[in-house]
């Protein structure tokens, strides 16, 4: 079955404490990783695409990495403002039919604490 | 802002009645989506729109329906409406096909009464 779970559900961290998200799939056909962050009660907003194993973003304190199976979002020296909701999504190709498929994560949720 | 409208803001209805949510994507942009979020659902996709044909779809149910007319604005309709449809409905636009780059509105909110 398609799935795309992350970890850990829930982080706190102190101000300037490193981290790492995890996201993992299991897909078949994968066109695109993509992170999102989300602050309460808005709208995503899209962070970065990762599309092949190997692959690495960064921007700002983030950096986004991606294996074949999962994907790491690496957290540098967090400050308060990084807390939010952070989501993963995938997009692969459907075999049976012509549709893409989209399945997004639950999210982690980040805390920083000053 | 993400240049991504949507519209109502919020909507307050009954059981069994029938909505349409609008969409209005960013300048450029040809593809709409659509997504449910409700607190216990997480994030769903439910269907996406390039250029006026359906293009990628999710766990939309038959109940609920969309279109993308020739200016690019989109409509979501939900009719036969249950308590379990209360949520957040985001839409978000993109250039191409993929979700890179996709910019979501500010949501409406529905709640089923």
């Known amino acids: 079955e398609d799935q795309v779970t992350q970890s850990p559900e829930a982080l706190r961290l102190q101000e300037g404490e490193s981290s790492s998200l995890n996201c993992s799939y299991t897909?078949?056909?994968?066109?695109?990783l993509f992170w999102y962050r989300q602050d309460p009660g808005k709208g995503p907003e899209f962070l970065f695409t990762?599309?092949?194993a190997g692959e690495e973003k960064e921007k700002e304190r983030l950096k986004a990495t991606l294996t074949k199976k999962e994907s790491f979002l690496h957290i540098t020296a967090p400050k308060p403002e990084d807390s939010a909701t952070y989501l993963c999504?995938?997009?692969?190709?459907?075999?049976?039919?012509?549709?893409?498929?989209?399945?997004f994560g639950p999210g982690t949720s980040l805390s920083v604490i000053p | 802002d993400s240049g991504v409208t949507q519209t109502p803001k919020h909507l307050i209805t009954a059981t069994g009645q029938r909505v349409t949510l609008r969409c209005s994507p960013r300048s450029g942009d040809l593809s709409v989506y659509w997504y449910q979020q409700s607190l216990d659902q997480g994030l769903q996709f439910l269907i996406q729109?390039?250029?006026?044909?359906?293009?990628a779809k999710g766990n939309i149910l038959e109940r609920f329906s969309a279109q993308q007319f020739p200016d690019l604005h989109s409509e979501l309709n939900l009719s036969s409406l249950e308590l379990g449809d209360s949520a957040l409905y985001f839409c978000?636009?993109?250039?191409?096909?993929?979700?890179?780059?996709?910019?979501f509105g500010p949501g409406t909110r529905l709640t089923v009464l």
């Open positions: 729109y390039y250029n006026g044909e359906e293009r």
């Open positions: 897909v078949s056909g994968l066109r695109g």
């Open positions: 978000a636009s993109s250039v191409g096909l993929a979700l890179d780059e996709q910019f």
């Open positions: 990762l599309y092949s």
């Open positions: 999504a995938v997009q692969a190709s459907e075999m049976k039919t012509s549709y893409d498929k989209v399945i």
